[in-house]
DNA sequence: ATGTACATTGAACTAAAGTTCAGGTGGAGC
DNA sequence: GCTCCACCTGAACTTTAGTTCAATGTACAT
């Protein structure tokens, strides 16, 4: 079936505006009544009539006996993040730069329990991560060997490397100029997270 | 008042995520029952309970003998994107973790013109970008001296530092192993844009 | 032990809102 | 003139959904 939204009267156009802004300001649509009396028609079954030519019509879907079950049918599309254009390669052709996806960074690091840090100093240069940039955490208090991680010691914070051998914990910065730390057994030290990501504003 | 959103109890966070997530991703709000039936609860007036101690708290409010009337109302601040803590040293202590402040992953390359890569090789490594990390790039034709363009040379693109200088431009990787690519002035060369940022998911 | 907050049931009641039927305009087109 | 259609009224009916009251159980703190 064609696109039939443009062949709408003017009153249902009317009607249909006047439904959306109020699911939209209000965050829940009028009754049958409430619309009749925003439009002056004085029975529910005037308004009946238009809701079943707009539901007819493909831009509202309606369940039967419900209150206010109105749905909007959107037509727009989600376009949320930043156009992903591909590859770009060391030197080497790129396939199609027009393939037009959209990469949504916000998602990449999804779910509750991210946090964000910025990092000061060079103790993980070797990781190419730089000073000023900013890491996304994710929560958790355990790490396997080699992992990234965010820990607590002393009320320091640090990113290092995670290394748990001979029932010693080593945190290890990735820079060769700086020594690891070992964490004694007795001291205050927790792990807050693992590296997630890693962000930077150039 | 103090915000008391956070006193929420387990159950009443649930419920209260139960009508947003109606409400955002249906169009129409529960009504009693619907919540009470998702949630096991038999009675419309266990519901109602949960509902008043919500309404007390500020997070929704409901208009009396209503269907479906309820509205959630949204806290003022903006909850985009994720919690920044401060930051992290290199092993000197951090201010105060809990400073709490929203980091806007998304904003932080903000406007229209930007647009993602990703990167494969290691012809950029010195500059601290890995084979597999996203780019952000925004369009602009013209750079100036030092700055990291993404190229497009005989239709290849490539990601170099941008120098013009003795009428001649050079783009140069930032690996030592790898040698400049001098523009010919003939040749089909063009700038997409500058790097903006890099985003690296581990 | 006693009070309080929370979570819930069950029954009864009321109000709101959807639906349907039987009409009644007024204009456009044949 | 006739018919179709969009638009509407009015009344009656049904269903849904909100509200209230009385009461129960549990956990927890005083």
Redo the contacts between chains.
Sequence with gaps: MAEESDRLTQRQREIFNYIREK?EN????P?VREIGHNFGIKSPNGVMCHLKALEKKGLISREGFS??????IQPKKNKK??????????????QA?AQEEN????N??HGEN??????????M?ED???DGD???VKKQENAINGE?V?A?ID?????KRFFHDRGQIRLE?CNTS?NPIIVQPGSDAKILGI????????
Excluded at 67 to 72: L, M
């Design positions: 699911i209000r965050g829940y649509g009754t209150a206010r079950a109105i749905q909007v993040g930043l156009p992903f254009l591909g590859s770009v390669a060391a030197g080497s052709p790129i730069i990469l949504d960074i916000e990449l690091f991210h946090f964000v840090l910025q990092v000061r100093g060079f103790s240069i190419h991560i730089q900013f890491i996304v990234r965010v607590m009320n320091e914070v640090t990113l910065p700086m590296l997630a990501g890693v962000v930077r504003k150039c």
